[in-house]
């Protein structure tokens, strides 16, 4: 019997796991895949000694100090901040949207109050934006958006954008200046070494059962469970008993290349909706502390897709958040049962909400498992400097 099994090695799995264990309970992760880190994992390319993100890059950034010094104790991070560029009409511009892209796209020389003042002339006054597009047009106006932004999001969510609601483009910044950094948040970059190493560490001395479906024995493992925790699609948990949440997938084409550098960039956008691809990504960019020492390059090309057998972004449109709705009802009646992450919740979430998350929910239930009755969530989280 164990007082946790933990349905998941991702990330909020691993950190859940961590704490439970550190604090003397008895913990087992099982793990449908071959390896521990979820969507996280990465590994070194034999061929080019280049760190791989097998899911697609996961850039760590957080505006909370007490994440960024938990998720240090597991890890070093380089200085790396991302930069984005993007392709569009046969042009390169820089992404987010800031002061270079609008100088570039409209032929300008604009300070930036000028901008500003520009982007209001161009946008619609839409006083309670309903879904992306009106979202978008209120705050860039028609053009912008429709140069940078509705072909990319048709390919990555294969839909039309006023199907999808407003908050999914309030993710990417507007800037009248040159800033163009992609994230605002003070602590950023990449863990040296790559992920593995940060899971390996938080599942140390963990028990751990990979290639192993949780849905093939569901029975068993609930029954030596004290309290289960699942990370995997919410619906999937329910056996799809009020239909499928619709999920978007990605499917990534590696391409090992002898030059030395490709696109002079981790990551180029391709915004024009007849490129099938929504980006490029060339990893070696993430490390350019150890770029000298990789053979060659690797390019990785980001194709958008369905795939029920790898869920990764919540699409979230209106019949999903009536269908969520009543997963969440269920939800809430299950018994010794921990929901969590972005799978679980149906939610959008990066790596440091996780863990957040993940932190929170374990100090919830030891702090309700605690005879004193002290224990509190935040005291899983190191203090701030």
Known sequence: ????????????????????????????????????????????????????????????????????????????????????????????????????????????????????????????????????????????????????????????????????????????????????????????????????????????????????????KRDYWKSVAGTLVYTGPIDRYFDYRWGNLRWRSCRFEMERMSLNDYQGVSVMNYADRDVPYTRILEPKHFYRERAHLSRGTVIIREYPCDDPAQPYYPVRLKTDQEILAKYQEAQSREKDVVFGGRLAEYKYYDMWQVISRALEQAGKILQGRSSSGRTKSRQLLPAED
């Not at 992760?29 to 061929?47: A, W």
């Open 1 to 216: 019997m164990y007082d946790f099994v933990v349905v998941g090695a991702g990330l909020f799995g691993a950190v859940f796991a961590h704490e439970v264990k550190k604090a003397g309970k008895k913990v087992l992760v099982i793990e449908k895949r071959d390896h521990i880190g979820g969507n996280c994992y990465s590994y070194d390319d034999p061929e080019t000694d280049i760190n791989i993100h097998k899911y697609g890059p996961h850039i760590f950034h957080t505006p909370d100090k007490r994440i960024w010094n938990y998720i240090n104790t597991f890890a070093d991070f380089n200085n790396y901040q991302h930069r984005v560029l993007t392709t569009a009409g046969g042009k390169v511009y820089s992404l987010p949207i800031n002061l270079a892209t609008i100088n570039q796209f409209y032929n300008l020389n604009l300070t930036p109050a000028e901008a500003a003042e520009f982007l209001k002339s161009k946008t619609s006054n839409i006083a309670s934006p309903q879904n992306l597009e009106d979202k978008a047009v209120s705050l860039i106006g028609r053009e912008l958006y429709e140069a940078f932004i509705k072909g990319y999001t048709i390919k990555q969510w294969n839909c039309d954008p006023v199907e999808l609601p407003a908050e999914v483009i309030t993710r990417l910044p507007v800037r009248t200046s040159y800033n163009d950094i992609y994230y605002h948040d003070n602590y950023q970059g990449m863990p040296v070494g790559g992920y593995e190493p940060i899971f390996e560490k938080l599942l140390e001395n963990v028990p751990l059962e990979l290639e192993t479906d949780f849905f093939e």
